[in-house]
């Protein structure tokens, strides 16, 4: 047996605008500058990898994802402009999206197969490999933020469930009902994935059922210091065992982030991230062998995890901010602001 969601009441029917964000492209970015001096910065999003096509989403949804991604690359972007840590950056354009009701982290998370909210997040330094996770969070608003408590204020780099709370709840961390996690989109989607389900066992219908893709949320920045850093969000897999814990929370598989590298932050399913130590693999080829960011990544992405079966994305970008965000699924909400300060925001396959 599932449990209702405490407050029916609270459904989300209509996903809300996040407030139109006055950002000029050009005031945001300042004057190109195609150089690479210390001083310039970049800043790569996701909002989730998934079966995306164009005419899938209606013009006003589509309207929605695009404005909430530039409002996160927005946020990000800014901090780092204004010299800022890739640290903060990341956590600022995060929490945009954590607080959006159209992607599966914070407010807007898919259900567990209970009809619970369990929440993963990783954050990590490239500069200092200092790194903070935070597992099976029910009632934390903001899990990176928790992440990153975990990481500056704690000698541990990942904490789980009560006790995960009980650490925010010390750190002064915003506290939730449960129920404020709720959205009918989320909810409908665990009904329709339960209504699909054949035997005893719960079928694999991680994806939601309905749009068929993953929303975890991510962001990968480099600041004014040269310093590399990655932040990983989700509510994990509609459907998904209480309990169970994918690869944003995993150092390595989904959140990574080394100066010596890259960094990195994928979506997509998590078990298969897992087992192919995504993150970290596309770093250590770029390390060990000295091929470029694009390639390794187009290598774990499009051939190790296709032949694994595994399906999603990530987003990358390295010292000299070089960005490669390659993807197996049909699209993946992403955007991206370049040294040079231009600004890109793609959802399909273009
Ligand atoms: N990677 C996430 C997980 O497996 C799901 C997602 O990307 O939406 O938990």
């Known amino acids: 047996m599932f449990r209702l969601p405490r407050i029916q009441s609270a459904l989300l029917t209509t996903l809300t605008l996040a ?44 309207a929605a994802y695009r404005s909430a991604l530039e409002e996160a690359l927005s946020a990000g972007h800014v901090v780092l402009r ?10 600022a354009a995060v929490q945009v999206m954590e607080d959006s009701p159209l992607f599966n982290a914070g407010k807007g998370a898919v259900f567990t197969s209970e009809g619970t909210n369990e929440l993963d997040a990783a954050i990590m330094e490239g500069k200092t490999l200092m ?9 934390v608003k903001s899990p990176i933020a928790l992440a990153r408590a975990v990481m500056e204020q704690s000698p541990h780099v990942m904490m789980a469930g009560a006790g995960a709370e009980t650490f925010a709840m010390d750190q002064g961390l915003e506290i939730v ?8 989109r989320r909810w409908d989607a665990l009904q329709r994935a339960k209504a699909e389900e054949t035997g005893p066992q719960v079928t694999a219908h991680f994806r939601d059922p309905d749009d068929k893709k993953f929303g975890t949320v991510g962001a990968v920045a480099l600041d004014s210091d040269g310093n590399l850093a990655a932040a990983t969000s989700t509510g994990g897999m509609t459907n998904k065992k209480f309990g169970r814990i994918g690869d944003a929370p995993i150092i ?9 590298s890259c960094a990195v932050s994928a979506t997509g399913h998590g078990e298969y991230f897992i087992r192919a130590t995504v993150a970290h693999d596309i770093c250590a080829r770029v390390a060990y062998s000295g091929i470029s960011l694009q390639q390794a990544a187009d290598e774990v992405v499009m ?14 970008l390295d010292r000299q901010g070089n960005i490669a965000t390659p993807f197996n699924s049909e699209g993946m909400y992403r955007g991206s602001i370049d040294k040079t300060g231009k600004m890109v925001i793609q959802i399909y396959r273009d």
């Open 177 to 184: 009902d449960p129920a404020y996690f709720f959205t009918q």
């Open 19 to 62: 407030p139109a964000v006055a950002f000029a492209l050009t005031g945001c970015a300042g004057a190109p500058n195609t150089t690479s001096e210390p001083g310039d910065v970049a800043i790569v999003i996701h909002g989730g990898a998934g079966t995306i096509r164009r005419g899938d989403l209606t013009p006003e949804l589509e």
């Open 131 to 139: 790194a903070g996770a935070v597992a099976g969070v029910r009632r």
């Open 252 to 260: 390595g598989a989904g959140t990574y982030a080394n100066n010596k």
């Open 303 to 316: 051939k190790e995890l296709v032949e694994m079966g595994g399906e999603g994305g990530i987003i990358s």
């Open 82 to 91: 204004q010299g800022g840590s890739s640290l903060d950056a990341v956590v």
